[in-house]
């Protein structure tokens, strides 16, 4: 058992969230008890989430995305209502890190899904390195989207380039922004969760591969790594749930 706020300080410290300009709060979000014994960790602070930590007797519930988004409305009715109830009437901590666990360099969801890929990193790029790019065994764009259904099992939407792939750019979830800035690093694939209209121009102009992957299949990983940290630091129980999501 573990006190909440020593907790919380560790992984603010840990995950440096004073560096980061965010669209949401790092950190506590709602407070439950103040001792933690069990975490259930997983992607998205959804109700199904929040009821399977209910139903394990959780203490907290770390997540990637959390609540409280820069421009919603702050009006507690609905799902926001019946997600914050609930949590409120079971004592449980919401505890989420956004940009931060991205971009970790250990526990972030970008050098994590780089790992499972097979990709050695070389370095760190973007607004508070929240991206990375690495070398890969040559290999066809066709033989790397494989790999990426193996891995995640969920075929990414591919934009093929008349280039084998030897660098790959990943930043996970809505990143797909990025792209340019991967180019400009000499990328020859780039892999994000989410893709728009304009991307498939950017692609296709700048004869880079570009991989689709997942919002919440690229960032399964960060938040299990840090529950699993936590677990092993504080000496208490953590348990990973999948909500499976298709976006």
Request: some cysteine; hydrophobic content about 40%.
């Amino acid at each position: 058992m573990v006190n909440r706020a020593d907790l919380i300080n560790y992984c603010d410290e840990l995950l440096e969230t004073e560096v980061f300009k965010d669209y949401c709060p790092n950190g506590l979000q709602v407070e439950g008890s103040e001792s933690i014994s069990k975490i259930i960790s997983g992607v998205t602070a959804s109700q199904a989430l929040i009821d399977a930590a209910i139903e394990e007797k959780a203490d907290m519930l770390l997540v990637h995305h959390g609540f409280f988004w820069k421009g919603e409305s702050p009006v507690l009715t609905g799902i926001k209502k019946r997600r914050l109830k609930s949590l409120l009437m079971n004592n449980i901590n919401l505890v989420a890190y956004h940009l931060p666990l991205d971009a970790h360099k250990t526990l972030g969801n970008n050098v994590l899904l780089a790992e499972k890929l097979g990709v050695d990193v070389e370095q760190f790029f973007a607004n508070n390195n929240i991206a990375l790019i690495g070398n890969i065994t040559q290999q066809t764009g066709s033989d790397f989207k494989l790999s990426i259904t193996e891995i995640l099992e969920r075929e990414p939407l591919h934009i093929e380039a008349d280039r084998v792939i030897h660098k790959v750019a990943i930043c996970t979830g809505a990143a797909q922004g990025y792209i340019e800035q991967a180019i400009e690093i000499g990328a020859d694939a780039f892999i994000s969760g989410e893709v728009s209209e304009n991307t498939w121009h950017i692609a296709k102009e700048n004869n880079i591969h570009y991989f689709a992957a997942g919002h919440h299949a690229t960032e399964r990983y960060g938040a299990q790594a840090l529950g699993e940290h936590l677990s092993n630091y504080f000496r208490i129980k953590h348990q990973f749930i999948d909500i499976p999501n298709p976006v």
